[in-house]
């Protein structure tokens, strides 16, 4: 049976490799085939794709802790909804699915340790398995899976191999009880990398496993949602080096959407998070957040969403190093994505935040991501993403205390070519800078890599 065909902005989740080549982000908006038929020729969801802005879950940092907690949730529960019925799948029996996949990247890194000085080059391979599976548990409720993980092979600096968890995975139960609705979630991810992280220099050992556990209600009064959401977050280093920063927090949240009109929404959102650390290095803290948001979609290529608000630190003199200072500042972030052409998809998220430190207690940043993605052929995708931030923080696990301001500047490119319904090729390179203040904290690196994924479909 033919099927009907179309290009569309979709949300879904990024494949391996450490997250490089998406600016560590968890989810991003790529152009994919999206097909009515049932067993799709399309471009599944899980491959290297065009990523023309990876906006919601950064590999950054924590941003603003508990309101980057919610914003995950929110799109990881939207992911799991779109497109059910048209994704591929491997098995299917009755309303089970289960799509497996296989991959392997091949990469070179000129500068595995980011270092100012003494940069040390090596090859990587990652082979990678990835799994997605779904079943309706009742006529309204949905119980999902995915789980992306691997491994990453140094050859010639073995102290930085490792396994990896692929931002996304986890296990999720979605219900529905008429004007409720639930989302009770596990969501995990174990990742080495310090070039994902802006805030840091001069170490490849920097890692982390995270993993957050929590539900979410919501209750809809037509043109009136209020949500209520909990996560208890576990955060571990991967390295000794870094285990200072090993800490637990519990998020709540809060937030109410009205809809204006079909086409805007505004809202009130408000969250508070309590951080407790196992080494008493860095302070543990209450930060708490309250903010406007909107929403505005004046067709279907277009969305724009902007949120602004206040947040503040509290902290409690529990670390041996760093003197405890309250820090309070405003906070922004304006996105906006459109689907300029049937083959071209753009975007952009721009703002300033106040996060958790991994050197320090918290970290100010001015940020900038922009991304274009472009469907040259039926089967070729060629992808352009950048990220900036320009940080100030004071360096206060550092002798000395030294006052850091950084510029961090990340800029990917990628060709992906689908040689097959269910085998993707894609060749990426990126390109990572890092300018500090602060002696030897400056850095350049290069990446090229090849990968290549196989759906058993």
Not at 187 to 205: E, F, K
Not at 349 to 377: H, K, M, N, Q
């Amino acid at each position: 049976m033919a099927t009907q065909e179309h290009l569309t902005l979709r949300m879904v989740r990024l494949r391996p490799r450490e997250e490089w080549g998406r600016n560590g982000q968890g989810l991003a908006f790529v152009l994919a085939k999206k097909h009515t038929g049932r067993r799709s020729r399309c471009h599944w969801w899980i491959g290297p794709g065009a990523a023309a802005l990876a906006i919601l879950t950064s590999g950054q940092g924590r941003a603003q802790d508990a309101l980057q907690v919610l914003r995950a949730d929110l799109a990881a529960a939207g992911a799991r909804r779109s497109n059910l019925e048209t994704q591929p799948y491997t098995l299917k029996v009755d309303e089970f699915r289960m799509l497996a996949s296989s991959g392997l990247d091949l990469d070179w890194n000129d500068n595995v340790n980011a270092a100012q000085h003494g940069a040390e080059s090596d090859f990587v391979v990652r082979p990678t398995g990835l799994l997605t599976a779904s079943y309706p548990v009742t006529q309204n409720s949905l119980l999902s899976l995915n789980v992306t993980a691997g491994y990453s092979k140094y050859l010639e600096h073995d102290e930085f191999s490792a396994v990896f968890i692929g931002s996304g995975s986890g296990l999720a139960l979605d219900l529905d009880a008429g004007q409720f609705t639930f989302d009770v979630h596990d969501r995990m991810q174990y990742i080495q990398d310090s070039t994902q992280q802006s805030s840091v220099a001069g170490t490849g050992l920097y890692g982390l496993f995270d993993n957050a556990a929590g539900l979410m209600g919501t209750w809809d009064l037509n043109d009136l949602a209020p949500s209520l959401g909990y996560d208890h977050e576990n955060y571990i280093a991967s390295s000794s080096s870094f285990s200072y920063t090993t800490h637990a927090s519990e998020d709540f949240f809060a937030r109410t959407t009205l809809r204006v009109q079909p086409r805007l929404s505004l809202g009130l959102e408000a969250t508070a998070a309590f951080t407790t650390y196992q080494e008493k290095v860095l302070n543990d803290s209450t930060d708490l957040s309250a903010g406007l948001f909107a929403e505005w979609r004046p067709n279907s290529a277009f969305r724009l969403t902007a949120r602004g608000g206040y947040v503040a630190y509290l902290f409690d003199q529990t670390g041996t190093r760093i003197p405890a200072s309250n820090q309070d500042t405003w906070y922004v972030d304006v996105t906006a994505t459109d689907q300029v052409t049937d083959k071209i998809s753009a975007g952009l998220s721009a703002g300033r935040e106040l996060r958790l430190g991994i050197s320090s207690d918290v970290v100010t940043v001015w940020y900038a991501r922009p991304g274009l993605a472009w469907r040259v052929l039926r089967d070729v995708s060629a992808r352009a993403t950048a990220a900036y931030e320009n940080g100030s923080q004071d360096l206060g696990v550092l002798p000395g205390s030294p006052h850091e301001g950084y510029d961090w500047c990340s800029i990917d490119l990628g060709l992906t070519y689908s040689a097959r319904r269910n085998i993707i090729m894609s060749l990426d390179y990126r390109l990572t800078l890092r300018y500090s203040n602060v002696s030897p904290l400056s850095y350049t690196q290069d990446q090229i890599g090849f990968t290549l994924t196989y759906a058993f479909q």
